[in-house]
């Protein structure tokens, strides 16, 4: 910027002009074109965790999977650009790419059971690259990455947010136009209490439903039978209640499951015949029931709102 423009905080000059209206004229296409992509799924399912760590790529992934097995047309779409992770639970490598075609769009590769995936991931050369992104860089990689990732037809779009019910993730959901609703992942301690505080907080300032609570690492069953509640127990369904939020179900803790993430395979294909499995079907029955028949609800008016970050 010249110097006077740069005193008086004001003026630009013609070329700082032009550079600035191009900028413009692209966000603006791209928010053109992401409308017209999201024009085409049908139902939008942000996927939320006040914590990190609480399994929520790993529950994105799966749901997905479980969804696609009811014979729905499903995406996903990884919002943590900074730390991408889910393409591997869904078994694809880093580095895999995208599809580029020559109009500029991109087509996201599909896993079985018939998943669409889309990741930053996939576009780095390997895990160990990091990605330093300020939140308006995070956000405009986002916006771009909506607008030329081609879905095709979707009856679902999960979108597995970073963790966190703060700033960025508010930028983000804004970006979604007419978000369905949203998916709490959180695991079965006291903290889930805060968790579904701060969802609601998020969901109300948005105004968008939250279809229910799915809570991971609920229990460990051992070879004996026993059951055994490492991280504690019932918070997440009491406060569920508390709050008249649909509990969705419960995904016990299972070496398998970390077993096949480090491999880079989806666990609910390589282990069909487990508790954690059939818990993802049952929980993917109840979000198609819930979404479908429109019962989800954005949390009432009378929760301490306070906070959120
Ligand atoms: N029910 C479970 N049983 C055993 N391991 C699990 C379970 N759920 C998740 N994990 C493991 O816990 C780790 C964290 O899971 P994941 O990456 O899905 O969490 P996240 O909430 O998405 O994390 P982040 O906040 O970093 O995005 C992974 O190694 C995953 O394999
Ligand atoms: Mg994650």
Redesign the pocket.
């Known amino acids: 910027m010249s110097k006077p423009a740069r005193r008086s905080g004001m003026r630009l000059g013609t070329s700082e002009y032009k550079q600035v209206a191009e900028r413009m004229r692209a966000i603006q296409e791209q928010q053109r074109r992401l409308l017209m992509n999201m024009r085409r799924i049908q139902y939008k399912v942000v996927v939320l ?1 006040s ?11 799966n749901l997905a999977g479980a969804l696609a097995v009811r014979a729905r047309r499903v995406g996903v779409f990884d919002a ?1 650009v900074a ?1 991408p ?2 393409h591997k ?1 869904m078994g694809l490598p880093t580095g895999y790419g995208m599809t580029a075609r020559m109009d500029g769009t991109v087509i996201p590769p599909e896993v079985p059971p018939g998943v669409k995936v889309a990741s930053v991931g996939l576009l780095l050369p390997r895990d160990e690259v990091p990605l330093i992104w300020r939140g308006a860089i995070k956000t405009s990689a986002i916006r771009e990455l909506l607008a030329y990732i081609d879905w095709g037809e979707l009856d679902y779009l999960l979108i ?1 947010m ?2 966190g019910t703060g700033d960025e993730q508010l930028t983000i959901a804004q970006l979604i136009p007419k978000i369905t609703g949203i998916v709490l ?1 959180t695991i079965p301690s006291e903290v889930s209490k805060s968790v579904v505080k701060k969802a609601a907080s998020f969901a109300k300032k948005l105004n968008i439903p939250v279809i229910g609570i799915i809570e ?3 229990y460990f069953r051992c070879g004996d039978g026993r059951i055994h509640y490492i991280f504690g127990r019932g918070a997440a369904r009491e406060i569920a209640e508390e709050y008249e939020i649909p509990f969705l179900g419960q ?8 077993d ?3 491999r880079g395979k989806m ?1 609910f294909l390589e282990y069909p015949d487990t508790e ?1 499995s059939r818990a993802f079907l049952e929980i993917a029955d109840k979000v198609i029931d819930i979404v479908e028949n429109g019962k989800a609800k954005v949390p009432g008016g009378d929760i301490d709102l306070e906070g959120g970050g």
């Open positions: 965790s914590k990190g760590g609480v399994g929520k790529s790993f529950v994105t992934s943590d730390g992770s889910i639970m597995d970073p963790p992942v991971n690492m609920a995904i016990p803790v299972d070496e398998r499951i970390r096949a993430n480090d666990f954690a």
